[in-house]
């Protein structure tokens, strides 16, 4: 047989073995698709806890049978109230804006050192030291701990 004016037999050996040489990858089965009204999907999401969707599903199908998976991933966070409060307070804070005017009033040499100014700054340090330790705790660590 001729193709494109050449006979099959005079092409390259490397077409002829080009699709067995690939490693052939494992396939995943195709995912399963299940429709839920608003309920019964709230009612699961409240049953579940921490876990996944998926984990919880199969574990409650398939009991102590279930197949283990891959690790989830590293979710640093043990207090989501911890983390809550300091996202809150960060976010309700003017800090970096009167971090940079304070930088600035010093390198220019206009911060007045006053007792007004020394309990102020004072304030704002315990204020940072009391959200670097809830940050912590919401991390599963000791305030103490770090740098």
Known sequence: ???????????????????????????????????????????LDVLRGNKSLS???????????VAPRKRGRNNPVQDSE????????LGQSRLSSNL??????VNTGSLPVTPETESDLANACRDIAAMRADLLR??????????
């Open 138 to 147: 919401a991390l599963g660590k000791s305030p103490g701990d770090g740098p």
């Open 82 to 89: 911890a983390l809550g409060r300091v996202l809150g307070a």
């Open 55 to 65: 984990a919880y599903i199969r574990e409650q199908l398939f009991g102590d049978a």
């Open 1 to 43: 047989m001729k193709v494109c004016g050449a006979a099959m037999s005079d092409l390259s050996p490397r077409f002829d073995g080009a699709a067995a040489s690939k490693p052939v990858k494992a396939a995943y089965p195709p995912p399963f698709s299940i429709r839920l009204t608003q309920e019964e999907r709230a009612q």
């Open 100 to 105: 940079n005017q304070l930088a600035k009033a």
